[in-house]
């Protein structure tokens, strides 16, 4: 006997296109990320100033917009949800950012994000309301993180089949992360939680219906965590990273190492509260879907909350190591036969293997690939060094012609001017090569 229980979003917005005002927004955006730049955490305030008795209490209220699991999330609510909560941040008016003026950083955060999502708005706002929602049938003794996990893999799977809606998302879970970076500094100022260096929060892969692999962090504190503020910096084995930020008002203790249905305490989620049970499923970014769960080799923990305060745990995922390199493999070969980018697959190649000692074959594979690559990058600096010595060749005669007598020197003048910019572009484009950027 199945029942429904909650409906997954079936994504075709086709039609979505921000307005030109969404410049203002990316502008916004750009700005945040040049304050924010650098490291991952931007600088602490400083300590001589004492912090705004209001702020915690208007960060708690702030953050529950910025968690990458919150109302907007396809797969953890329902459509109307969506649009409900879309429509809020428009009928906020600038006089409530009073609401989020505790500090600087959190101030700045909450006008980036209603900027973006006002311009959003006026665009994906009447598309939204007319979405279909199919939906997907569970049995009733599914216990809830699994079905969390279900409902947010499928979601994702329909965002990243439409080209405009998966470009949105990414931009929205961007904002996110900025956000949230960006008063992170305030958040460790703030923790009141005893420091822990044990296994009290650990990450582990899981599956939802047969093949559907999902990340799940798990509350292993024996205790409720409240206020919860955590950040997971997923990793695969080129380098490429992705920082995921999540706000858990409530948090339960996991209950059971044998991997059984959680007992009957077990909460089930309920995202406008915040509250999540101890097996909390991890929504990927956007960002991160090509990559996916599967191919997530290694997983940084930071947590604040009222109870425990955890910093630079990093968890590895070493059994998703072939999955990863056959994907980074794969698309080098795919690159390798298109000769794109030679540097930047010679570069990823690089640090694939130095992973790999315990696949040969992989090794060999890439290898292979990587001496191919190899020859592409030497051959396009070769003919880039040849056009350049051509052209330098060919300004040199013309200064030599321009000495003569009765030499029409305005017309070798523009020939000269033109050589150079012929040259010039040849060596921006040995530049970019090098660079791995063509």
Same mark, same amino acid.
């Given at each position: #006997?199945?029942?429904?229980?909650?409906?997954?979003?079936?994504?075709?917005?086709?039609?979505? %296109?921000?307005?030109?005002?969404?410049?203002?927004?990316? +502008?916004?955006?750009?700005?945040?990320?040049?304050?924010?730049?650098?490291?991952?955490?931007?600088? +602490?305030?400083?300590?001589?100033?004492?912090?705004? =008795?209001?702020?915690?209490?208007?960060? /708690?209220?702030?953050?529950?917009?910025?968690?990458?699991?919150?109302? #907007?999330?396809?797969?953890?609510?329902? @459509?109307?949800?969506?649009?409900?909560?879309?429509?809020?941040?428009? @009928? @906020?008016? &600038?006089?409530?950012?009073?609401?989020?003026?505790?500090?600087?950083?959190?101030?700045?955060?909450?006008?980036? #994000?209603?900027?973006?999502?006002?311009?959003?708005?006026?665009?994906?706002?009447?598309?939204?309301?007319?979405?279909?929602?199919?939906?997907?049938?569970?049995?009733?003794?599914?216990?809830?993180?699994?079905?969390?996990?279900?409902?947010?893999?499928?979601?994702?799977?329909?965002?990243?089949?439409?080209?405009?809606?998966?470009?949105?998302?990414?931009?929205? *879970?961007?904002?996110?992360?900025?956000?949230?970076?960006? %008063?992170?500094?305030?958040?460790?100022?703030?923790?009141?939680?005893?420091?822990?260096?044990?296994?009290?929060?650990?990450?582990?892969?899981?599956?939802?219906?047969?093949?559907?692999?999902?990340?799940?962090?798990?509350?292993?504190?024996?205790? =409720?965590?409240?206020?919860?503020?955590?950040?997971?910096?997923?990793?695969?084995?080129?380098?490429?990273?992705?920082?995921?930020?999540?706000?858990? &008002?409530?948090?339960?203790?996991?209950?059971?190492? *044998?991997?059984?249905?959680?007992?009957?305490?077990?909460?089930?989620?309920?995202?406008?509260? +915040?509250?999540?049970?101890?097996?909390?499923?991890?929504?990927?970014?956007?960002?991160?879907?090509?990559?996916? $769960?599967?191919?997530?080799?290694? %997983?940084?923990?930071?947590?604040?909350?009222?109870?425990?305060?955890?910093?630079?745990? #990093?968890?590895?995922?070493?059994?998703?190591?072939?999955?990863?390199?056959?994907?980074?493999?794969?698309?080098?070969?795919?690159?390798?036969?298109?000769?794109?980018?030679?540097?930047?697959?010679?570069?990823?190649?690089?640090?694939?293997?130095?992973?790999? $000692?315990?696949?040969?074959?992989?090794?060999?594979?890439?290898?292979?690939?990587?001496?191919?690559? &190899?020859?592409? /990058?030497?051959?396009?600096?070769?003919?880039?060094?040849?056009?350049?010595?051509?052209?330098?060749?060919?300004?040199?005669?013309?200064?030599?012609?321009?000495?003569?007598?009765?030499?029409?020197? =305005?017309?070798?003048?523009?020939?000269?001017?033109?050589?150079?910019?012929?040259?010039?572009?040849? %060596?921006?484009?040995?530049?970019?090569?090098?660079?791995?950027?063509?």
């Amino acid at each position: #006997m199945t029942r429904s229980i909650m409906t997954v979003v079936a994504v075709l917005l086709n039609s979505l %296109v921000l307005d030109a005002g969404g410049l203002t927004a990316k +502008a916004e955006v750009a700005q945040v990320q040049r304050e924010v730049g650098g490291p991952i955490d931007p600088p +602490a305030p400083p300590d001589e100033k004492p912090l705004d =008795p209001r702020l915690q209490e208007q960060l /708690l209220n702030f953050l529950p917009y910025v968690s990458m699991i919150n109302r #907007m999330t396809p797969g953890a609510n329902q @459509m109307p949800e969506i649009v409900r909560a879309l429509e809020e941040w428009t @009928m @906020m008016r &600038k006089e409530e950012e009073n609401l989020f003026n505790g500090h600087p950083h959190l101030q700045g955060a909450y006008r980036s #994000m209603r900027a973006f999502l006002l311009k959003s708005n006026r665009a994906a706002g009447p598309v939204l309301q007319g979405l279909a929602v199919p939906r997907m049938e569970f049995e009733a003794d599914d216990p809830p993180f699994l079905i969390l996990a279900a409902l947010l893999f499928q979601a994702s799977a329909e965002i990243a089949k439409n080209e405009a809606l998966r470009s949105w998302y990414e931009q929205y *879970d961007d904002q996110c992360r900025t956000a949230y970076k960006r %008063v992170w500094p305030l958040l460790r100022k703030l923790a009141k939680g005893k420091r822990r260096n044990d296994d009290s929060v650990h990450v582990r892969h899981w599956f939802a219906r047969e093949d559907w692999v999902f990340l799940e962090v798990l509350n292993k504190s024996h205790r =409720p965590l409240t206020d919860v503020s955590l950040r997971l910096r997923l990793g695969t084995l080129d380098g490429a990273t992705s920082d995921h930020y999540y706000f858990l &008002k409530r948090w339960e203790p996991f209950r059971n190492d *044998d991997g059984a249905a959680p007992g009957p305490l077990e909460l089930a989620w309920n995202i406008e509260r +915040a509250e999540f049970p101890g097996r909390f499923p991890v929504r990927l970014a956007t960002d991160w879907l090509s990559v996916g $769960a599967a191919a997530t080799t290694s %997983v940084v923990i930071d947590l604040f909350s009222n109870e425990i305060v955890v910093e630079s745990l #990093m968890v590895a995922i070493d059994d998703h190591i072939p999955q990863a390199a056959d994907r980074i493999l794969d698309q080098a070969a795919s690159q390798v036969r298109s000769r794109q980018q030679p540097k930047l697959v010679m570069d990823r190649l690089k640090a694939t293997m130095s992973r790999l $000692a315990q696949y040969p074959d992989r090794v060999a594979r890439g290898e292979r690939l990587f001496d191919l690559a &190899k020859g592409q /990058l030497d051959a396009a600096v070769a003919s880039c060094d040849e056009r350049i010595d051509k052209f330098e060749k060919q300004i040199k005669q013309l200064y030599d012609k321009r000495e003569r007598r009765n030499a029409d020197v =305005p017309s070798i003048n523009k020939r000269i001017v033109e050589l150079k910019g012929k040259k010039q572009l040849v %060596v921006k484009e040995k530049a970019d090569i090098l660079k791995g950027a063509r």
